[in-house]
């Protein structure tokens, strides 16, 4: 045994024989484009934010969604006027598009957190381009779901009974309700995103601070920025107080989805009564929060010339994240036949045949092309690396999110166990404004967001650059 | 705003400023094995190390986040109980006034809520934030220490605090430049 021992630490050899025998197509691809420095990301990034012009298309893009925001508040005050019966919901389908859209943005919110804090705890370096954005998204969704179910009360001017306070009633909130868990899940949740997203902004807020030479504008920025100077002692507990951020919201996320189920879950309508309601629906959470991602990310990148930061490689990993959750609920609705059939029950074996071949048909087979078949197309690089065909496949994904819950609710309720009791539900016109119009509501606040906050962490962009590794003597070895 | 050793003398401290991160944590490192005790180093990113360079190492963030969090936890589970069992008991089902199985999710939704907004204001309160004035801020060049920029601060009120010597120790890492950082 006594031969020459090679001494060459491995590390220094590996770069060398990686190069010569690893195809160029098997290296990873950079997170962040070439030649870019500290000074180059920071410019980049905040000079969207701080530039005097604002591009025209910007305008457009708010009027457009402002004029959703106009007929959301019509479908609104209409709404306070009227009551819920301008919607179609009536006997026995109590719940419409009401619950639809709640379920739909709520959803959506998923992907933003899913991105933000689990891929962090995972260590997934690709995250860090688009979690900014992911979760301004997030804080959106959760802004236009939190519209519906306050305004489906009926009087929402009451909406305060849902707090447990004591009142002059002497009553309580009924807390055995799963209508109670989504209260509290989702209020918890609009809470914690906004913590989470506004802890993110703090030192990119100081940067726009030392950036802005008008004055006003430098003191606006100065006081949600909170005087943060990048102190390493304040760096060291601002990381540890974002990773427990991260480390709470991931089970909140998955809490929060879960508790949405329950809603259904929990009642005895052939078609909610399922167990694998909770794992089902958050799935297909990130699914369409992944779609909603992509349908944002890509003229975003390409309007503010991002190609950059947010590069093929996040698009392509966003598309497998898509391909995999879209699996996922292919799963769920193949689960749902082999329980209706296997359980022997009559009502749940009418529910599939409803589904399959009832009034609502057309929307179950949309649902299986757009959920199911769509996203088979990321199985295939050529379409994952596509902005295009990645676009086209998310667009079909939020149509398909959409006719899910379509599917799973008013279709479930339409046809229940007596048949003397069953009826139809089509959306009104105020139904589809108030839709219409919470789109506008997300698109507006998007609009907002990347005028005027910068849509990409700028100092998590830094930690990227190869210079930003420094090492202790005592680590080096 | 007492010094540990020293008046206040009308000088904060003395900064330099360095363009790159490696040249920082040298520059931190070596001052804290040089005896000085008292100083701050600040970076556009957070650098793995210069928080314990600086001398600190824990931001006792933990037992905030873990008392909020069972606080939370407890509280939410009390106000179901309280609310349904002994304020106005409700039969639902049949089922028992004390059906603790309902009382989870909302007590796990109060927990991280707590647990949540320790952390946040947690972090904030020990950061010292909001601090609107901080003496860093009338150097000339540090609105570049959220840009490309590195900075470390001896303070005055370190025991081992001798202007000259401090300059001259500053100057041995090659810094951009050294300042004097007025109160």
């Known amino acids: 045994m006594a031969t020459t021992k090679d001494t060459t630490p491995v590390h220094e050899v590996r770069p060398v024989t990686q190069e010569l025998r690893i195809p160029a197509r098997y290296l990873p691809t950079p997170t962040i484009g070439p030649g870019h420095s500290f000074a180059t990301i920071t410019d980049h990034i905040s000079t969207i934010v701080l530039r005097r012009k604002t591009p025209i298309g910007w305008f457009i893009g708010l009027l457009i969604a402002m004029g959703g925001v106009g007929l959301l508040s019509i479908s609104i005050t209409w709404l306070l006027v009227k009551g819920i019966g301008i919607w179609g919901i009536n006997h026995p389908v109590g719940w419409g598009m009401d619950i639809i859209n ?10 933003g957190t899913l991105i933000s804090a689990i891929l962090l705890l995972l260590r997934q370096e690709w995250r860090t381009s688009i979690n900014r954005f992911a979760e301004a998204m997030t804080l959106f969704a959760v802004a236009s ?39 509290f899940a989702v209020s918890t949740y609009a809470t914690v995103s906004a913590l989470f997203w506004y802890v993110g902004l703090i030192p990119d807020l100081a940067t726009l601070r030392d950036r802005a030479t008008n004055i006003w504008v430098k003191r606006a920025y100065g006081a949600f920025a909170l005087g943060w100077r990048g102190s390493a002692k304040h760096w060291l507990r601002y990381e540890h ?13 998955l809490s ?20 694998f309601f909770p794992p089902y629906f958050v799935a297909g959470a990130v699914f369409a929060g992944f779609a909603m991602v992509l349908t944002l990310a890509i003229p975003a990148r390409k309007f503010f010339r991002l190609e950059d930061f947010i590069t093929m490689k996040h698009l392509e990993n966003m598309g497998k994240v898509l391909l995999a959750t879209g699996l996922i609920v292919v799963y769920a609705y193949a689960m749902e036949w082999f329980y209706g059939l296997y359980s022997g029950n009559a009502f749940e074996g009418y529910m599939l045949k409803n589904r399959a071949t009832g009034p609502y048909a057309k929307m ?43 599917v799973i609710i008013p279709a479930s309720l339409h046809r229940d166990f007596l048949p003397s009791s069953w009826g139809m539900y089509h959306g009104t016109f105020w139904d589809w404004s108030m839709f219409i119009g919470s789109i506008g509501l997300f698109f507006s606040l998007l609009f907002l967001f990347v005028r005027f906050l910068p849509m990409i962490s700028i100092f998590e962009m830094r930690t990227l650059l190869p210079e930003a590794q420094a090492h202790s003597h005592e680590e080096a070895h | 705003m007492g010094g540990i050793g020293k008046p206040i003398t009308g000088l904060y401290g003395v ?3 360095f363009s790159d991160a490696q040249a920082l944590l040298d520059a931190a490192n070596s001052a804290r094995e040089e005896g000085y005790t008292e100083m ?34 407890i509280g939410g589970f009390f106000m179901c109980w309280y609310a349904n069992v002994i304020s106005y008991p409700l ?12 009382w989870i999710p909302i007590a796990f939704e109060c927990a991280i809520l707590l647990a949540a907004l320790g952390a946040v204001l947690g972090m904030l309160a020990l950061n010292g934030l909001p601090m609107p004035y901080h003496p860093v801020f009338n150097v000339r060049r540090f609105d570049q220490a959220s840009r490309d920029k590195f900075f470390l601060v001896l303070q005055a009120r370190d025991p081992k605090f001798q202007l000259d010597e401090v300059r001259d120790f500053l100057d041995k890492f090659n810094p951009r430049e050294v300042v004097d950082v007025p109160w």
């Not at chain 1, 929060?256 to 167990?275: K, N």
Request: charged share 10%; aromatic share 18%.
């Open chain 1, 102 to 111: 709640f379920v739909w943005w709520i959803g959506i919110g998923h992907a």
């Open chain 1, 145 to 183: 779901a939190g519209l519906y179910p306050a305004l489906h009360t009926g009087r929402p001017w009451f909406d305060y009974w849902l707090f447990p306070y004591p009142n002059t009633m002497g009553l309580w909130p009924q807390f055995r309700s799963p209508l109670m868990w989504d209260v």
């Open chain 1, 241 to 253: 107080a974002y990773l427990l951020l991260a480390g709470l919201s991931t089970p909140l996320v």
């Open chain 1, 256 to 275: 929060v989805h879960t508790i949405v189920s329950f809603d259904f879950a929990v009642a005895q309508i052939p078609g909610w009564h399922a167990t």
């Open chain 1, 364 to 406: 179950y087979v949309a649902l299986w092309v757009c959920n199911g078949l769509a996203p088979q197309l990321m199985w295939f690089k050529r379409f994952r690396t596509s902005t295009f065909w990645l676009f086209v496949v998310a667009m079909f994904v939020n149509v398909g999110m959409w006719l899910e819950r379509f």
């Open chain 2, 15 to 17: 900064i330099a400023e």
């Open chain 2, 40 to 73: 701050d180093a600040f970076s556009p990113f957070p650098i793995h190390g210069l928080a314990e360079a600086v001398g600190f190492a824990k931001t006792g963030l933990s037992a905030v986040v873990l008392t909020m969090g069972i606080l939370g936890g």
């Open chain 2, 91 to 102: 039969n639902i089902g049949g089922k028992p006034y004390n059906s603790w199985p309902a």
